[in-house]
Each structure stands twice: as structure tokens, then as C-alpha cells.
């Protein structure tokens, strides 16, 4: 108890949260002994990747208090767009590069549509993701498209390794890193903070706060073209349903890791996606149902999101005041008795 005390605020949670996954690993390990082969860890890495990359844009969404159900939709459309040139025979970086300004001007109009015009986050995002995902039939009307796609090299983003670890990985702790630094050690960062805890004293302290959730939309909308540009890279090909997995392990890693960590950050997204990417990957491996897998996510989501709820802990707070009073109450009239 001493020790725990002599350590740094916030400590506790990062040692929770070690704890946890190693308890995880050796469940999963004990369930399944392939789970901590050099095979399904690189398959973790990988995988952890794609859900990463889209967790963490929407991250950015969640600082500042709005939420983006697009996500499946914008992967859907700029996935099968990036495919579309590829196809074509034009080289990879075109194809990166119109995905990167087709996610920008869908995320673009998410955060005009919201910031600027006021309409509702959630009604405005899954309409414009019901768009994307149905124009995303309008290159082949649903059919996959594997053209050129060995010869343009995107497969080698899934297979290369630099210092025996998946470069998808490394580009992973990149984009985190660079975030971190961002939002934690810029004035741009405590901005994006300042609009989602009170935007109106943001507001009046001179921040614009529009701007930041308009960025916040573009920021989540690049990210899910990065996410959906490792699914392609993996499966050598491009579908109507690559990324349509992507917005549940997303949402859950953010809520769960602010759960844990007690605040959305960038560290506590990342503590959340590894712990969804473990879940996801050792229920594969043991051969469960997807369904299965999919409701323990959405479970572990809901259960994130009431952990994190304002309101239940302002409600919990009032029940807990309430019954404290209650008994000072009752102690009382008994002494007075």
C-alpha cells in the first residue's frame, strides 16, 4: 500500500491496465496455446493497426463532445475509390493520395454540416456514411476489384518488416506518437480539450471552437482511409465491406480506454484498442463465431460508455449523496430517540 501511494497520479490505472492485459494474455494463452505464437502476435500487430489508425481519429471526435457513426460508410467509399485507381494502373501513391482528399472533404463536410450549420452529430454523420457506403457501389456495383493490385506494391505495406516488427505497426506508434505530442504538448491540443469541456468559455477565451470540430471530423475521416488502406494492403483486394468492422472496435477502444484510464487521450485509446485487438483476434483463434465476438465488443462498449457517462456518474454522485444523507439522518433521530 505504501508503494502504490509513493507512485505518480494516474499510475495506478497504467499498472491496472498492465495488469490486466497480461491476465488476457495468459487466459487466451491457457484457452488457446497458438495465442502467443509468433504468428497470431503478428497478426495482433496488424490487426491492431487498421482499429488502431481509426481509433485514434476518433479520438479527436470524442475530445470535443460529438460522435461520428460515418466511419463504415467513408471507409467503404474511399476504400473501393483507392481500388478504382489502382485498377486503373496508376501507381500507389495517386491512389493514397485521392483516398487522404476524398476522406479530408467527407470529414470536411461532416464537421461544416455540424459547426456551422448546427445540425445533429449523430442523424448528420449517418446519413453521410449511408451516401459513401452506397456510391461505394458505384465503381463495379459490389463486385471486388484485385486489378494490378500485386503489381502496384500496396500488398507490400502488409508484408514488410523493419527490425522483425510489421511496418504497419511502426507507422502505428508514429501516428500516435506525433498525436500525443499534439494534443498533450501543443496549444492546439489543450484547444481541442477546451472545446469539448466547455465550449462556450472556450468560446469567449478566444479559441474557434467551429474549427476544431470541423477538424476534429477531418482528422477522424483521414484516418479511416489510413485504417482502410492497411485492410486493402492485407486482403490484396478492394470491397464494398472493407471497413465496415472498423467503427465498433474503434468506438470501444476509445470509451473503454478512457474507462480505464479515466479520460479520452491518446494513451488511453491506445490502451483501449490493444485490449479490443486481443479480444477480437484470441475469440478467431479459438474459433469462436463472429456474433459471439462481435457482442462481447459491443457489450464491453456499452459497458465503456456508461463508465465514462457523465450523466451516470452524476446521477451515481447524487444516489450516493442522497443515501450518506440518509444515514446521517437516521443516526441522528436515533440519538435524539
Not at 62 to 78: C, E, N, Q, W
Not at 224 to 242: C, F, H, M, R, Y
Request: glycine letters at 12%; one cysteine or more; a positive charge.
Amino acid at each position: 500500500m505504501t508503494v502504490l501511494k509513493q507512485l505518480p497520479k494516474g499510475a495506478g490505472r497504467g499498472v491496472a491496465f498492465v495488469v490486466l492485459v497480461l491476465a488476457l494474455a495468459l487466459a487466451f494463452a491457457l484457452a488457446e496455446p497458438r495465442f502467443l505464437t509468433h504468428a497470431s502476435l503478428s497478426g495482433i500487430a496488424r490487426h491492431m493497426a487498421a482499429n488502431g489508425l481509426a481509433a485514434l481519429g476518433l479520438t479527436f471526435v470524442v475530445i470535443v463532445r460529438k460522435f461520428d457513426l460515418s466511419i463504415a460508410g467513408v471507409a467503404a467509399f474511399t476504400g473501393m475509390s483507392m481500388g478504382a485507381v489502382i485498377a486503373a494502373g496508376y501507381p500507389l501513391w495517386l491512389a493514397i493520395v485521392v483516398g487522404i482528399m476524398l476522406g479530408a472533404a467527407i470529414g470536411g463536410l461532416s464537421g461544416f454540416a455540424i459547426s456551422k450549420a448546427g445540425f445533429p452529430d449523430i442523424v448528420t454523420t449517418i446519413a453521410i456514411g449511408s451516401v459513401c457506403a452506397g456510391m461505394a457501389f458505384l465503381y463495379t456495383g459490389g463486385r471486388s476489384i484485385f486489378q494490378n493490385f500485386f503489381q502496384s506494391g500496396i500488398t507490400d505495406l502488409n508484408d514488410a518488416r523493419f527490425l522483425g516488427i510489421s511496418v504497419s505497426l511502426w507507422f502505428l506508434l508514429l501516428t500516435y506518437g506525433i498525436a500525443w505530442l499534439v494534443m498533450h504538448r501543443t496549444r492546439t491540443g489543450l484547444a481541442f480539450y477546451a472545446t469539448g469541456e466547455n465550449p462556450t468559455a472556450a468560446h469567449f477565451s478566444g479559441i474557434a471552437t467551429r474549427k476544431f470540430i470541423g477538424s476534429a471530423y477531418v482528422i477522424c475521416a483521414i484516418f479511416t482511409v489510413l485504417a482502410v488502406l492497411l485492410i486493402l494492403a492485407e486482403s490484396g483486394n478492394a470491397e464494398t465491406n472493407k471497413g465496415a468492422n472498423l467503427m465498433m472496435p474503434a468506438y470501444a477502444g476509445v470509451f473503454l480506454g478512457a474507462a480505464i484510464m479515466g479520460g479520452t487521450s491518446v494513451i488511453s485509446t491506445f490502451a483501449g484498442i490493444l485490449l479490443i485487438t486481443m479480444l477480437l483476434d484470441g475469440f478467431s483463434l479459438m474459433g469462436v463465431p463472429y456474433y459471439y465476438s462481435d457482442g462481447v465488443v459491443s457489450l464491453i462498449l456499452l459497458l465503456g460508455v456508461i463508465a465514462f457517462s457523465d450523466t451516470i456518474r452524476t446521477w451515481a454522485g447524487g444516489f450516493k449523496l442522497f443515501t450518506s444523507k440518509t444515514k446521517r439522518t437516521g443516526s441522528v433521530s436515533g440519538g435524539q430517540a
